[in-house]
Structure formats: C-alpha cells, structure tokens
T-cell receptor, first 112, second 112 residues
Framework: DAGVIQSPRHEVTEMGQEVTLRCKPI?????LFWYRQTMMRGLELLIY????????DSGMPEDRFSAKMPNASFSTLKIQPSEPRDSAVYFC??????????FGDGTRLSIL | TQLLEQSPQFLSIQEGENLTVYCNSS?????LQWYRQEPGEGPVLLVT?????EVKKLKRLTFQFGDARKDSSLHITAAQPGDTGLYLC????????????FGPGTRLSVLP
C-alpha cells in the first residue's frame, strides 16, 4: 500500500516567492494533518482537516500560510510570501481517527 | 514551556545495552503515543497506550503508561544499531484531536 505521499521532497527558493507543498493522504483516511519540524521548536501542528473540512488552524503562524483540501485525496499548504524563518521540514500525516498515524517523508524547505 | 518533557535529550550507548527513556507531563492525557523517526523520514507510530498502568510490548521494546496517565516510559532491551533514531512521545488530552502535542524527543544512538 502506498503511504502518505508528499511533494516536492526538497524545495529551495528565494525570499518573497510563493511556495506550494502537496500531500496525498492514504486512501480512506478521514483526518489529514500538516506539521512543521525544526530543531528549535520540534514538531508543531499547523492545521488539521476532518473529512476535508479544516477543524483547527490555530497553529498556522500567520496569514502568509494557507491550507486547502479540495477533496479526500489531495491537500496543499501554501506560503506566500515566503521568508527565511519559514525554513523547516513540513510533514503531512493522515489517519483514521483524531491522532496522526501515518506520516509522509516530509518536504525540506529552504528559503534563501 | 513544553507540555510534554522527554529525558534524556540525547543518549549514546553500545549495542547490547538496555535503556529507558521517559516522557513526563503535569497534564493528564487520554492517550499517549510513541513514534520513532529516522533521518530524512517522517515519524513512524510504534504504539498507543490508553489505560493508566498499561504495559505494551513490541519485541524488545516495552512501553508503560503511568497510573495517573501523566507520564510514560519506553524501555529497550539489548539495543541494536537499528534502534538508532529520534523517539518522540505525543499525547492527546481528549478524544477529538484537540490538544494533541508532541514532546521534543530523545535522540538515541546505538553504536556497534
């Protein structure tokens, strides 16, 4: 079975550019989570969806961040405009139930 | 301040040794999860514990949930180099996905 698939695996871009991260959850899972991981702050929940509906976006750092889930098999996390402090590894996870069970391998984002 | 504290932060041991890592909080959790994360990959769920005092075994790994559901431990017997990684605990304070938080992790290195 395919796990959670994230793309791209690596993204390097200049400050001010728009960044779009993509996630395909495991088929049949009803929850999708976006996390950010840094050495300083560890794993932080940004937003999660239940049945494609955003439930809690209180972890989204500011208005530059937005996330969508147009259908059960696809989600995006967008940063516009990007800043160097957004550099981190971004993970998507999906699950049956409210605790994240399966993580993707992440997108390593570097903003120059 | 972290809602979940993990200790030790770093641990380096020789193959064949036993070890215990800890996850502590002042809050009560409805469930607690342990994950292992290897470099360049997402966290992998190892176990979920839900009952105070519960003990679960996964081959050489033994997980215990404290009686008061505020703490947990992970014991590894006869550690192997393949056990190397970042061990994360995470807790849910309710059953609806709210307030699900990760600890900062214990980075384990098992030397051959």
């Amino acid at each position: 079975d395919a796990g959670v698939i994230q793309s791209p695996r690596h993204e390097v871009t200049e400050m001010g550019q728009e960044v779009t991260l993509r996630c395909k959850p495991i088929s049949g899972h009803d929850y999708l989570f976006w996390y950010r991981q840094t050495m300083m702050r560890g794993l932080e929940l940004l937003i999660y969806f239940n049945n494609n509906v955003p439930i809690d976006d209180s972890g989204m750092p500011e208005d530059r961040f937005s996330a969508k889930m147009p259908n059960a098999s696809f989600s995006t996390l967008k940063i516009q405009p990007s800043e160097p402090r957004d550099s981190a590894v971004y993970f998507c996870a999906s699950s049956l139930g409210a605790q994240p069970q399966h993580f993707g391998d992440g997108t390593r984002l570097s903003i120059l | 301040t972290q809602l979940l504290e993990q200790s030790p932060q770093f641990l380096s041991i020789q193959e064949g040794e036993n070890l215990t890592v800890y996850c502590n909080s002042s809050s009560v959790f409805s469930s607690l999860q342990w994950y292992r994360q290897e470099p360049g990959e997402g966290p992998v769920l190892l176990v979920t514990v839900v009952t105070g005092g519960e003990v679960k075994k996964l081959k050489r790994l033994t997980f215990q949930f404290g009686d008061a559901r505020k703490d947990s431990s992970l014991h590894i017997t006869a550690a192997q180099p393949g056990d190397t990684g970042l061990y994360l605990c995470a807790g849910a304070r309710d059953n609806y996905g709210q307030n699900f938080v990760f600890g900062p992790g214990t980075r384990l290195s098992v030397l051959p």
